[in-house]
């Protein structure tokens, strides 16, 4: 029989507060967020960064296999969200005026869904799926950083080098989640 892990559950439920409070902060108070956004815009911003934040610590500390299945988690919670509220009134960046989605928000999307599918394989061979075996599994590690990496960029670059238009003076969570990720691409 495996050991089995003990989760730390006072850890998890930390970072997610800690992620929900920050989104709650910036998007509410300093933001113009109205409160109505509430239960799926801003639980939207706090899944996205815990999922990054528990994924890049799954893959800084292997022996913590939780936090992979825990991102895996929030990330669905992500995507199912995201796919709830896609449209210009959250993410007008990503529509022309004719409210098609233009350039930016195709990349930004194609990289997500890349992302995901990416860790979704991922998770199959951690789980003995041989049929996903020809897959290396430190290519599929790397590619989901690089394909996330890539969505946190097309997501807000535009807002990420001027400090003087950010919320409260507080970086936007792509730009928060975009260091975790380069941290867990050099931390590899």
Known sequence: MKNK?????????????????????????????PLKDFPLYITNKALAISS???????????????????????????ILISLLILSPVYFKKF?????ELNGLGNLSLLAGILS??????????????TFYAVFQIKHIR??????LGLHLLFMGYHEWFNPLTWKGY?????????FFVLFG????
Do not use: C, E
């Open 142 to 147: 790397n590619f989901i950083l690089i394909t």
């Open 185 to 188: 691409i050099f931390k590899k």
């Open 116 to 129: 995901f599918l990416a860790l979704w394989i991922y998770h199959q061979i951690k789980k003995g799926n």
């Open 95 to 99: 529509y022309s005026n004719d409210f």
């Open 52 to 78: 990054v934040v528990f994924f890049v610590s799954y893959l800084v500390n292997k022996k913590k296999s939780y936090l992979g299945g825990i991102s895996y988690i929030l990330v669905l919670g992500h």
């Open 5 to 33: 892990q003990v989760i730390p559950w006072q850890f998890i439920i930390l970072v997610f507060s800690v992620s929900y409070i920050y989104a709650i902060v910036r998007y509410h108070f300093f933001g113009n967020a």
């Open 170 to 178: 507080l970086p936007p969570i792509s730009l928060v989640a975009m």
